[in-house]
């Protein structure tokens, strides 16, 4: 009997492997030997290798980039961590098929940790501006948290948006567009990597609209004007209590990593809502960029609801002369000009930002922070960016990390960043 099986068993083996060399044979032959071939052209473009077709039905090009980070933090309270990190090594491909179809794979390697990005498909319509898009890719809330992170200003985003803006979820969207602005709407699920096991629970969900305005829409004058809206339903994932939610953000830096804004686990969630307005603008070698953001929670059994706040605003000068570009079909904004001189381009910038994670009558005090940043940006050619940020770092007794740390640990910290995007 025993051999009987293990003759079963030996058969078994064998068809699998036999089936999965045919399957990767198959897979390893150039596809379409007798289809329509298309020769295509390859050229740099801003640093960037695109493959075209001469009536660009296809194109195909990779979008990658590396960011080495560098802090040091002036400690108070707090014993905070120096040191350095690999913040990001992304590689993407991106492609334009049949004139009409969009695809993009998008992952990160940053500290050798696997992070899936960016990965849809998306259907531009031929006579009108108008776009579908399915896949996993940013929810269109936030201004800050939608600009890619190497046009930023500053080496981190606002604390504000690490709380309230999720960032990319598993979803569908879709984004009209004039010459004057643009809306887009979605409707999002999990984030990809924390569905592990729901259970029978039913999967969290989120509806988004978000509207934005170019009154002024030339070259090196743009204005922006935009809102946005939000309702999401608690996630079901494993770990986590169920209908609850935890609010955190770090305080403008990455190296030391832990969220000193924190909530904690607010419990018997019904639902939120989330809102906010931006205001952009882009006049000459002049950018100024802010946006406030608000939360609502509302909860079971007569609980109060939850709110929190936050605001930022920024300034930066390009003293070189340079300008920034403006994406009117996305509402936001782009990268600079190639620097006029030849030994590159030189930017100087200042940013408030305040996040409130604290609202007594409903008895939650996640801490609140006020941080002002100078920074200072140097590009050598238009893809090489070197940063410089400086932050004074306000803190009020609630920021201790959800009681990890010691509040009220008002410090300071410097940090700095190479990036190329290639």
Not at 29 to 42: E, N, T
Not at 251 to 264: M, Q, R, S
Request: proline content about 4%; some cysteine; aromatic content about 12%.
């Amino acid at each position: 009997m025993k051999k009987h099986w293990a003759a079963t068993i030996a058969l078994v083996l064998a068809c699998l492997f036999v089936g999965t060399t045919m399957l990767v044979a198959q897979d390893a032959r150039v596809p379409g030997q007798d289809a329509i071939k298309v020769p295509l052209g390859s050229e740099a473009r801003d640093g960037k290798l695109v493959f075209e077709a001469k009536d660009s039905t296809f194109q195909w090009w990779f979008d990658s980039r590396i960011q080495v980070d560098g802090a040091a933090y002036f400690e108070n309270k707090n014993p905070m961590s120096n040191g350095t990190i690999m913040r990001k090594v992304t590689f993407a491909m991106k492609t334009v098929i049949w004139k009409n179809w969009q695809a993009e794979v998008d992952v990160d390697y940053g500290e050798a940790v696997l992070d899936l990005r960016d990965a849809f498909v998306q259907y531009n319509f031929p006579t009108v501006d108008l776009s579908l898009k399915i896949g996993n890719f940013k929810e269109p809330f936030g201004l800050d948290e939608l600009i890619s992170s190497r046009l930023l200003t500053f080496m981190e985003r606002s604390s504000m948006s690490n709380s309230f803006a999720l960032g990319r979820r598993l979803g569908f969207s879709a984004n009209y567009w004039t010459n004057y602005g643009q809306v887009t709407a979605g409707v999002f699920g999990h984030e990809v990597g924390t569905r592990i096991d729901k259970g029978t629970e039913d999967e969290g969900y989120s509806t988004n609209l978000r509207l934005t305005a170019a009154p002024l829409n030339e070259h090196g004058r743009n204005l922006h004007i935009g809102f946005a809206g939000s309702y999401k339903t608690p996630d079901a994932a494993t770990g986590a209590p169920l209908n609850s939610l935890e609010v955190k953000s770090r305080t403008e830096t990455y190296v030391f990593d832990p969220k000193l804004l924190h909530t904690g686990a607010i419990a018997d969630i019904n639902y939120w809502t989330r809102y906010s307005a931006e205001l952009m603008g882009i006049f000459g070698p002049f950018y100024l960029q802010s946006e406030y953001m608000g939360m609502k929670i509302t909860r079971w059994y007569g609980k109060p609801a939850v709110n929190l706040s936050g605001a930022y605003a920024l300034l930066s000068w390009m003293a070189t002369g340079e300008t920034k570009e403006y994406f009117v079909d996305e509402g936001e904004s782009g990268p600079i000009e190639s620097p006029k001189h030849s030994w590159g381009a030189l930017e100087v910038a200042v940013r408030y930002s305040m996040d409130n994670l604290n609202d007594p009558n409903a008895g939650i005090h996640g801490g609140k922070s006020d941080i002002l940043t100078f920074g200072v940006n140097y590009y050598p050619v238009k893809t090489i960016k070197f940063m410089l940020n400086y932050a004074i770092v306000k803190l009020d007794q609630y920021a201790s990390s959800n009681g990890k740390l010691i509040g009220g640990d008002n410090h300071s910290f410097v940090q700095m960043r190479v990036q190329a995007s290639i």
